[in-house]
């Protein structure tokens, strides 16, 4: 039997009579809102999307098989009100959905940056729980759907019932993520280790990896579609095989010329300076730097995220990239995982 560091709870730990008889307010439809309410629902459990009106997503929800109502509505009727609104825009709708909360009911989250940062403070007589997958929304929806799916963390920030856990460990479970595995954590390590995670090596750390590794090749003549096929389509291939087996499984796969040449030249690129930066970004997670650079920024109307989104939509290596997906032949002409992914942030 594998010894881990820590518990990891799979299906059989959880017990569903947490959640069974409850219902469940699921507050946004975006990338985790969508994946947790049909999870849910899929799951057997009551479920009630709260969207505010007017919103795009009411017909969505409705056509997915679930009952819409505004936040505060969903808010009220829910047992368990899991916020899955921007984190910039929670501390706004829990001001609408307080009065709705009842003592004993669980305020949840999917990050714990509100409640880490102090920015939602929730009544006492709550529960206040975590429930995070460790995936993008989508693809705790996909994944589900498929018969697998995603680790979690779960967390408990305040227990009134007694039930906090065993209640988020159900919640786990509904939306497939004890399928996979589940961690308990604090909001604390949740959110800074998410924060460092998303910055310096998934999404800031890699994209800048990829920007750069094109722009080497551009730059030296060879064309963007190659630099393309090279540094950004070849990277999810390869990232398949650690993810099925490891380093070692993609090591295993790429030729031994790759293996000598990534394991002399990788250090190279990704170096003790990285790893100060590393240690930077890490710092200003942990000091609060970088959440009230975050608050800070949204409260001024977004104008440097807007700019560097911008950048980053008009980079070569997309504009290379849009028309050769929309010629894969899988793709019938619509780059579909794109509009998909960015469907969500578009409010
Ligand atoms: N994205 C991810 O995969 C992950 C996210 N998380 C966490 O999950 C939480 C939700 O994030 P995510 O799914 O990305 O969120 P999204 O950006 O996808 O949320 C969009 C939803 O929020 C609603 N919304 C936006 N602004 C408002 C507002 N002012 N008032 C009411 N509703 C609003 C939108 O409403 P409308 O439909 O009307 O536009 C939409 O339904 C965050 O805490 C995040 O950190 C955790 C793990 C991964
Ligand atoms: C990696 C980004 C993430 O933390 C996630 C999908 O887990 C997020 O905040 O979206
Ligand atoms: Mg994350
Ligand atoms: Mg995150």
Redesign the pocket.
Known sequence: MTEFTTTVYYDDDADRSHIDSKTVAI???????HAHAQNLAESGVDVVVG??PG???RAAAREDGLRVAS?AEAAAEGDIVS?????T??P??FEEIRDGLEAGDTLQ???G?NIHYSQIEPPEDVDVTLV??K???HLVRRNYENDEGTPGLIAVYQDTTGEAKDEALAYAHGIGCTRAGVIETTFREETET?LFGEQAVLCGGVTSLVKQGYETLVDAGYSPEMAYFECLNELKLIVDLMYEGGLGEMWDSVSDTAEFGGLTRGDRIVDEHSRERMEEVLEEVQDGTFAREWILENQAGRPSYNQLKDAEESHGIEEVGRPLRDLFAWNDGDDEETEKAEA????
């Open positions: 507050l946004g439809y975006g990338s985790q809102g969207l505010r919103s795009s997503s936040p916020i899955l609104v921007p984190d825009v929670q706004a709708v989250f999917a990050h940056f995070a997958p995936s993008p929304g998410d969500p942030a578009d409010d």
